[in-house]
């Protein structure tokens, strides 16, 4: 079946902007072309198994020598099928990270809707 997507108005600036996006655009495509390939024998959309996925999590763990990791616990069956679908697999342990996020952008408490500013 051949299904047509259309390409929202772009309001950028500049040329290469717009490449930019248009690129973003179609490597979202791809992604999801290629899910849908590997999903089709589980009979799950993309967004369901995209939802089921975003249950994955790790756990913090702590020594008590001193030092931590992240620790990926098994997933249920329904995320498991899916990984081994796409011939992916998760590691055990992650290593700790010592990153530091900031934001310039202070974060207003109140919003009437999601994306307006009070």
């Not at 495509?29 to 995209?50: M, N, P, Q």
């Not at 001193?66 to 249920?76: A, E």
């Not at 992650?94 to 952008?105: C, E």
Request: glycine content about 4%.
């Amino acid at each position: 079946m051949l299904q047509v997507y259309k390409l929202r108005p772009v309001f950028v600036r500049t040329d290469a902007n717009t490449r930019g996006h248009v690129f973003v655009v179609m490597l979202a495509y791809l992604v999801i072309r290629a899910l849908r390939k590997a999903w089709e024998a589980l009979d799950i959309t993309v967004e369901e198994g995209l939802r089921e996925l975003s249950s994955l999590c790790s756990m913090q763990i702590t020594f008590k020598e001193g030092g931590s990791c992240q620790q990926i616990p098994n997933p249920r069956k329904t995320s498991a099928e899916l990984l081994e679908a796409l011939n992916l697999s998760l590691p055990s342990l992650l290593p700790p990270r010592k990153i530091r996020i900031v934001t310039r952008h202070k974060l207003i408490s109140r919003r009437t809707t999601p994306f307006s500013r009070a």
